[in-house]
């Protein structure tokens, strides 16, 4: 990968969304949940910043309402850095083919 492995790091959300506040009796949110491979097959928990939900991640940045997935996430920065599906998966590539 052009000598990104160490900068680029792969998290697998649950594949059910699930409440995001499950201690929040009031909260009915459900959404994208990172979960260890343990707990769920295929899933790879959030190393970069601990997060245990995806709405977490977007709530520590200011943004509020549509938690979507992909992410790319700036390590360095510590910021989101692309949301969008085709950014996501190209701008890295083209970047540094």
């Avoid at 506040?21 to 994208?32: L, Q």
């Avoid at 601990?50 to 309402?65: A, C, I, M, N, P």
């Avoid at 549509?66 to 190209?90: H, R």
């Amino acid at each position: 990968m052009k000598g990104l492995v160490g900068a680029i790091s792969l998290s697998v959300v649950a594949a059910v969304m699930e409440k995001t506040k499950p201690d929040d009796p009031s909260d009915e949110h459900v959404g994208w949940v990172f979960k260890t491979a343990e707990e769920e097959d295929g899933c790879v928990e959030d190393i970069v910043g601990g997060f245990k939900t995806v709405r977490d991640l977007y709530e520590v940045h200011g943004s509020t309402g549509k938690y979507t997935v992909p992410i790319l996430y700036d390590k360095v920065q510590k910021k989101i850095a692309n949301n969008e599906s085709s950014g996501t998966f190209y701008f890295p590539w083209l970047c540094f083919c």
